[in-house]
């Protein structure tokens, strides 16, 4: 893969792009990088200690060698980045838009685009489940899948992929997911999500299609609930979906988020997603559902 050489000089003069409130971004800072008369994004990686930049350095170089076989939607790494001959980062192709998470936050933004923009979530799913069977690429999986990892794309107004240095792909040890960790209910789904046994790795889970359904899935009951339904009990939880049946959702897409905690595999909820009416969705909120409980 190239590498771009770059002084400390000339990184003091790159200017931070400023993110939405909704994303949080504790690993890297995230700059505009003109390069070659293309935009580009320099992410800056803030640790770089042998294992993370070691497991980030693998898991780009996979990326890259299989880059023909990726979704269009994917923004791949391009480039290396060293400051002073000291990797510290990568670039990715700028993509004008907005990420996903503000988007979803948005109450100006209809309920049925938003909705659009998570079917494109589960597409992407499927079309990677086809990718891992007829491609060399068999072992590929989001892994932190969460709304701020994704870009809507105002030109185009389809779902772009970004993160992807987080990604499971290959033998890898990438770091960990914001929806698999041991205070999450995935922790209540004794044996169906495999536990990380492997010392070099931060993720407590290890990625696979179930973690990566049971993170869409959870993104979309976040969606509905307007705050956070990883981190609730298992009562709460259940109770929150007998509530969903309650005020009338689809069947199927209650047993979607059913399965998260039993022992079949999950399943993607994205084709029922287009029953949910807005008067289910304004029923689904937190403060709704707590005073009808």
Do not use: W
């Not at 931070?16 to 935009?39: G, Q, V």
């Not at 007829?134 to 899948?145: C, K, Q």
């Not at 007998?242 to 979607?256: A, C, H, K, R, V």
């Amino acid at each position: 893969m190239n590498v771009i050489s770059i002084s400390k000089k000339k990184f003091a003069e790159l200017m931070p792009l400023t993110l939405a409130k909704e994303i949080m971004n504790a690993e890297s800072t995230i700059y505009d990088f003109p390069y070659r008369k293309e935009r580009k994004v320099f992410k800056k990686i803030h640790n770089l200690s042998g294992p993370v930049l070691t497991t980030k350095l693998d898991t780009i170089e996979m990326l890259d060698t299989y880059r023909e076989y990726l979704p269009e939607s994917f923004c791949v790494p391009d480039n290396l980045v060293a400051i002073d001959q000291t990797i510290s980062g990568f670039t990715v192709p700028f993509v004008e838009g907005e990420n996903l998470a503000s988007v979803l936050a948005d109450p100006n933004v209809s309920i049925k685009k938003q909705i659009i923009y998570l079917k494109q979530i589960g597409k992407i799913l499927d079309q990677l489940k086809q990718m891992r069977k007829s491609t060399p690429v068999n072992g590929l999986y989001l892994n932190d899948l969460h709304e701020s990892n994704f870009i809507v794309d105002s030109k185009s107004e389809t779902i772009r992929v970004v993160d992807l240095d987080s990604c499971k792909i290959g033998s890898n040890l990438p770091m960990s997911s914001r929806y698999l960790v041991p205070t999450a209910l995935v922790a209540d789904a004794q044996g169906k999500y495999k536990r990380n046994t492997n010392p070099g790795a931060s993720g407590y889970i290890v990625a696979d299609e179930n973690s990566d359904l049971y993170c869409y899935n959870i993104m979309i009951l976040n969606y509905l609930y307007g705050s956070s339904v990883n981190n609730m009990g298992l009562t709460d939880f259940y109770d929150y979906l007998t509530y969903l049946s309650e005020i009338g959702m689809e069947p199927d897409l209650i047993n979607s988020f059913r399965m998260l905690l039993h022992s079949c595999n999950n399943r993607n909820p994205a084709p029922e997603l287009d029953s949910i009416t807005k008067e289910q969705f304004l029923l689904a909120k937190k403060k709704v559902y707590r005073q009808a409980r």
